[in-house]
């Protein structure tokens, strides 16, 4: 049966392929063309443009596609007291290409302040009728990313300090998010899925981080953010191994981590990827417990082919075998455009994908 309350049968994960006004408008604004009234007026308009799009094709929550953000995480993560956002050597790198070569640094402590994101869901919930979405980087990724070397050592010369405050502020987050009305809160984290990656793992060890520990450290900040949310609130969390442009960084099954992911870490619905087979098989699903949901991201947004209906309704069945239905839903395997510059494929082939996940999810759910 479908369900009245996020996460929904048919859902998605957030981000969405910027429209061409919105792009000319940004790059102007970078050129000092524009201010940023007139940017963000242009924005106004195209997000609304853009949940209505949403709420056509059937689907139950909204969002605002990211299209105030240049990232997914570092927009979120650079606007915390005590971080700033800064030019550094290299980008991230993906299977054969680099991200802008920006990242976060942690420069003073770390406090929540009003963030401007609270006001980007204001909009987007008087825009709808439908349930609202935010999506956040979780907390994790302050410190996946860059680890000890972007952490001034002179603000925190322990690291259990920096978790404290860091889960501290977004305790402070998650309560203004609610207070502004916010009833589907997601968090998008990279490190679960990374830590499944056996490279990611020697990365780790290699800097300094003990890859058995970091899960739970990652886990504890998590349910410190959201211990005080209220209880009409839906906590989800989307696990991702990598997408920019179409590429991806971490392969790997969540074997390693599906008992502590859904058993110690305290969000109500998971969003993970099944799209290929660097996600393995869907036997981690027997760790779920009831009470919790995953969506299953069986579409890809990484490619603009069209997913066959009768293959995507089997791999439902073949994830049935290790949770009950009634406990699962679908989704793309991630946003369409993490970053700014999106994926490769069409506008037509995004809004595509997502129609067929409300059909498929009416077929299946009734």
């Known amino acids: 049966m479908q369900r009245d309350t996020p996460p929904f049968r048919a859902d998605h994960v957030g981000s969405l392929l910027r429209s061409a006004p919105l792009k000319e408008a940004r790059a102007r604004r970078e050129r ?21 799009k949403q709420e056509e094709i059937g689907l139950s929550s909204v969002t605002d596609g990211e299209y105030r953000r240049a990232w997914w995480h570092f927009d979120f993560l650079g606007q915390l007291g005590g971080v700033e956002l800064v030019d550094v050597e290299h980008g991230i790198q993906f299977s054969g290409v680099q991200t802008k070569a920006q990242a976060p640094r942690v420069v003073g402590q770390i406090r929540y302040e009003p963030h401007p994101f609270v006001e980007h869901f204001k909009f987007l919930k008087a825009t ?6 935010m999506t956040i980087p ?30 501290a502020a977004y305790a402070g987050a998650v309560r203004d998010f609610a207070d502004a009305g916010c009833r589907y809160l997601q968090l998008d984290d990279v490190s679960f899925a990374y830590l499944c990656d056996p490279e990611q793992r020697a990365m780790l060890k290699a800097r300094g981080d003990d890859p058995e520990r970091q899960p739970s450290i990652y886990a504890g900040m998590i349910n410190r953010a959201i ?16 997408n920019f442009r179409s590429t991806f960084v971490a392969s790997g099954g969540y074997e390693p981590i599906a008992d502590l992911l859904f058993n110690q870490v305290g969000v109500d619905a998971y969003f993970m ?37 009768d293959d995507i309704m089997r791999r439902i069945e073949e994830a049935a075998k290790f949770a ?32 067929m996940i409300v059909e498929i999810s009416r077929q299946v759910w009734g």
């Open 273 to 309: 990827e099944w799209d290929t087979d660097r996600a393995g098989g869907f036997e981690p699903l027997r760790f779920l417990p009831k009470g919790k949901t995953v969506v299953l991201g069986l579409v890809t947004s990484k490619t603009g082919t069209l997913e066959r209906r």
């Open 128 to 133: 709808t009728k439908k349930t609202a979405k």
């Open 32 to 52: 000092g063309e524009i201010g940023a009234e007139e940017l963000k007026a242009v924005e106004d308009a195209e997000i609304v443009k853009l949940v209505r």
């Open 324 to 355: 009950p239905l009634e406990q699962l839903c679908l989704s793309p395997q991630c946003g369409f455009a993490s970053t700014e510059e999106g994926n490769v494929l069409a506008d037509e082939e995004q809004w595509a994908k997502l129609a």
């Open 138 to 167: 979780s907390p994790s990724m302050l410190h996946y990313r860059g680890g000890r070397k972007m952490i001034n050592m002179g603000v925190y010369p322990t690291m259990d300090a920096f978790y404290d405050d860091l889960g």
């Open 227 to 242: 211990a005080g949310r209220p209880k009409d609130m839906t906590i989800s969390m989307h696990l991702c191994r990598g």
